[in-house]
């Protein structure tokens, strides 16, 4: 399969998944944006990073969302104090979505439609900060090319955080129960094949629905690792954590496996 088709595959999935997220916030995010002290980075023993987050001084700072959803979440940094902020996403639905919450919120932050693989050249050394967040790297099929992008786009000693969803949580992800013991479910951890989301993307209604095509990548964590290193990229603090970033933790597993990771990072080059 052509990696082109790939990743328009995963545009048309998730200009539809756009429309079942709206339904399930019910326009809420308008209503809450127009409220200045509104922030989607609220504390949460879930949300480790939030706290992460808010210790970083944004102050005059040019800060990137990669791939950014509908904006919420940059939306909320800018609110720390950031001078400008550009979100980019693959999703037509989901950047006309980012735009119009960021007029509401009245912040000055740009959102791209674009494949993040090709984030034009004019963004080179542009940016002190990028944030990677949960159920992002999955969408790429080689790590390398996306922290190859990253990389280029951080000006010298540029911060990065990621706060992602552990590889380990994707054995799970065919509903993979321990009574049963049937491992044939599992997901392998060496997988380099595309597996596919056919019931939707729907991961706030929790709806199901007959999805378009879409294609997600198991990575291990050392190929994660790896891309970073190989980018110019200094990893400078590494924590997995036990909690469930889709919200749905199994009794069964939950605390006993890593579900979660942070990393903080700067660019050395």
Not at 25 to 43: G, W
Not at 78 to 95: K, V, Y
Not at 102 to 110: G, L, Q, R, S
Not at 142 to 158: A, E, P, T
């Amino acid at each position: 399969m052509k990696e082109k088709d790939i990743f328009e595959g995963n545009r048309t999935a998730w200009n539809q998944a756009t429309a079942y997220h709206q339904k399930a916030f019910n326009h809420s995010l308008h209503k809450n944006f127009e409220n200045p002290e509104f922030t989607t980075l609220k504390k949460s023993r879930d949300y480790i990073v939030n706290d992460k987050l808010r210790q970083i001084d944004f102050r005059g700072k040019r800060i990137a969302h990669i791939p950014c959803n509908n904006g919420r979440e940059l939306i909320s940094l800018m609110r720390l104090g950031a001078e400008e902020g550009i979100g980019f996403d693959i999703s037509d639905a989901a950047i006309l979505e980012a735009k119009e919450l960021a007029e509401i919120a009245k912040v000055n932050a740009k959102f791209v439609r674009t494949n993040a693989l090709e984030i034009d050249e004019s963004y080179n050394n542009y940016f002190d900060f990028i944030y990677i967040s949960q159920g992002s790297l999955q969408w790429f099929p080689d790590l390398k090319d996306y922290f190859s992008v990253i990389s280029r786009l951080l000006k010298k000693n540029g911060q990065i955080i990621i706060f992602e969803i552990h590889p380990f949580k994707y054995f799970f992800e065919n509903g993979f129960q321990f009574q049963k013991q049937n491992f044939d479910q599992l997901t392998s951890y060496f997988e380099t094949e595309p597996n596919n989301y056919p019931k939707g993307l729907d991961y706030f209604g929790n709806v199901e629905y007959e999805s378009a095509e879409c294609f997600w990548f198991m990575h291990k964590m050392s190929d994660i690792i790896t891309a970073i290193l190989h980018n110019g990229i200094e990893i400078e603090d590494f924590n997995e954590y036990k909690y469930d970033l889709d919200g749905t933790p199994n009794a069964e597993v939950e605390g006993k496996f890593p579900f979660s990771y942070l990393i903080t990072a700067k660019k050395n080059k």
